[in-house]
């Protein structure tokens, strides 16, 4: 038995044996040619068989893993259309009569260079984007595929990496698992698995050898440990854990229909995180109380110019409809940073996450802005709609924003329009700034909603996407729980609600920390909304909170 450690993904436990996923290596030649036209079509041709597959991997992708995760394939469809790339390979070919096998190789080996040798890491991250739609065209032009993984049972998939779209088009029926040797924990990878529910693990020295195919395993993704050939101690001990796992997913499904309230009668909320109306169904066969974060900026995403307000009206009143009274949170634009839209026209940045993003573009364009909030108040009138404004760091900025909003409202009444007079307004806390001044900011509105991902990320002042400090990101850092300590008792203080709707929200070990902080709400993608429910109907927080206190007291009576 061979025992290797990585880091887990998602936890779970499979056993099964090892398919060993590998790239087809593509040797491509440099070849003179002299019919150049001919060889420009045959890369238009390339690009259009590219760009026909990465609609089907969206769609794939949109009914497996939801709207946000498949937003990658969109991205890459935008990538292989860049007028930059195929004004390089056209020239290449052209200038040098070569084959275009050889100039989207030439040219993707300097785009690629050029963003890895960028300072900014979100940029460097779009290197990989780079090679994986160069590696696609050129699979189109030579008629190739992208690896091979065949196999006529469930297996575990073992690689070097994996890139998104490799992730997508497996059969999912056909993965008990997957294992690489590099990756991120927060790449799209391992984002992708989450919501697929696959355990997983990453950083792994595993042998890629062709040897390893067919080899019995085991993949531990609560310990990050994967075991060749286990012993039968060890077989025993995992199949009883994937038996118990299996009965707890089963008992999950009974637990539809119940409240979400603690052993000693504390109440809490569990609403949806989503990114697109499709998305809904999951919501509701998942049994959300309500949507606590609906991602508006993905309609801007989506489109080719700014949106109508008859067009997000539309959209967030099919919302509103379809939640029939239950609450739905819709967080007003968030663009910037990660999130681009070619229309906006927004500048380069050095550092992109701290730069003109979310609601500064908003109070920056103001047009752009009462637009999304005429759609959202005429919305408000078919539904329970509350809005949301995310990275807001003063006082004053939400000040502005209600003095636009009410704006807006003497539009509406002067037109005769109906909305919700009495609409909830809150703030997304996700700046060190925001927490400091939370018992001010909550004066000024009905609720916060803590977006952990980027509070963790400002706070630690790491990027949260750049694999090298894995080691170094730590979400339970004892300042962040300080920190959402300090949030919810701000929103209390002036009677503002407080929910969280980042990644930690769906973190089970941090679930009766936050019943003993007091926590209003929290908001989680709908696959862990059942998982959520249980921890909470199984936490007496009464008990929880005499257990810390005594362990309080012992520390300190251990100093003494």
């Not at 460097?124 to 190739?144: M, P």
């Not at 049994?287 to 900026?297: N, T, V």
Request: hydrophobic residues 40%; glycine residues 6%; aromatic residues 6%.
């Amino acid at each position: 038995m061979n025992i290797l450690e990585g880091k887990a993904v998602f936890e779970g436990i499979a056993i099964g044996k090892i398919a060993v996923f590998k790239k087809a290596e593509k040797l491509v030649r440099r070849e003179k040619i002299t019919d150049i036209e001919n060889e420009i079509n045959r890369y238009a041709q390339a690009r259009e068989t590219a760009v026909n597959q990465l609609r089907a991997l969206y769609d794939k992708a949109l009914k497996e893993v939801g709207e946000a995760n498949a937003e990658i394939f969109e991205a890459h469809e935008l990538m292989v259309e860049d007028g930059d790339y195929i004004d390089s390979v056209e020239n290449i070919i052209r200038t040098q009569s070569v084959n275009a096998e050889y100039a989207v190789a030439q040219t993707g080996d300097s785009f690629s260079k050029m963003f890895l040798e960028m300072d900014d890491e979100y940029f460097r991250g779009r290197a990989t984007d780079i090679k994986d739609i160069t590696e696609r065209i050129i699979n189109a032009l030579v008629g190739g595929t992208d690896g091979s993984m065949d196999s006529d049972e469930p297996v575990i998939v073992v690689a070097d990496d994996l890139a998104p779209s490799e992730t997508v088009q497996m059969d999912k029926d056909k993965i008990l698992s997957f294992v690489t040797v590099h990756g991120s924990v927060n790449s799209h990878t391992s984002i992708l698995a989450k919501t697929m529910n696959i355990p997983a693990v990453i950083s792994c020295d595993i042998s890629l050898e062709d040897d390893m195919n067919g080899k019995m395993a085991i993949v531990d993704g609560f310990q990050g440990k994967v075991y060749i050939e286990p012993d039968k101690e060890i077989l025993k001990e995992k199949r009883e854990i994937l038996s118990r796992e299996q009965e707890k997913r089963e008992l999950l499904l009974k637990l539809k229909g119940k409240k979400n309230i603690t052993i000693d009668g504390q109440k809490i909320n569990i609403y949806a995180n989503i990114g697109n109306i499709k998305d809904l169904a999951m919501v509701i066969k998942n049994d959300a109380g309500g949507i606590g974060l609906f991602r508006s900026e993905f309609i801007y995403l989506e489109s080719e110019d700014y949106p109508t307000e008859d067009y997000q009206f539309e959209i967030y009143k099919e919302v509103a409809t379809a939640m029939a009274g239950k609450k739905v949170i819709i967080r007003t634009l968030d663009i910037g940073a990660d999130k681009q839209a070619d229309y906006f026209n927004l500048p380069k940045e050095e550092n992109p996450a701290m730069g003109l993003r979310a609601i500064r573009i908003c109070l920056t364009r103001p047009e752009i802005f009462k637009t999304q909030i005429r759609a959202l108040l005429r919305a408000s009138a078919f539904g329970k709609i509350s809005i949301m404004y995310p990275m807001i760091i003063s006082v004053d900025e939400v000040r502005e924003i209600k003095a636009i909003v009410e704006e807006v409202k003497a539009e509406l009444d002067k037109d005769s329009i109906p909305y919700d007079r009495n609409i909830e307004q809150g703030v997304m806390i996700e700046t060190p700034a925001a927490v400091m001044m939370a018992p001010e900011l909550a004066k000024e509105v009905d609720f916060f909603s803590v977006g952990t991902n980027d509070l963790t990320q400002y706070t630690l002042a790491i990027d949260r996407q750049n694999q090298n400090l894995d080691k170094f990101y730590n979400p339970h850092h004892p300042a962040i729980l300080r920190m959402l300590k300090m949030i919810v008792d701000g929103a209390h203080s002036a009677g503002a609600w407080a929910g969280i709707c980042g990644e930690l929200g769906s973190d089970l070990s941090l679930t009766k920390e936050f019943l003993a902080m007091g926590y209003d709400e929290l908001s989680v993608s709908p696959g862990r909304i059942l998982p959520l429910r249980k921890q909470v109907i199984e936490t007496d927080v009464s008990e929880y909170k005499k257990q810390k206190e005594q362990l309080k007291l012992k520390k300190e009576a251990h100093k003494c």
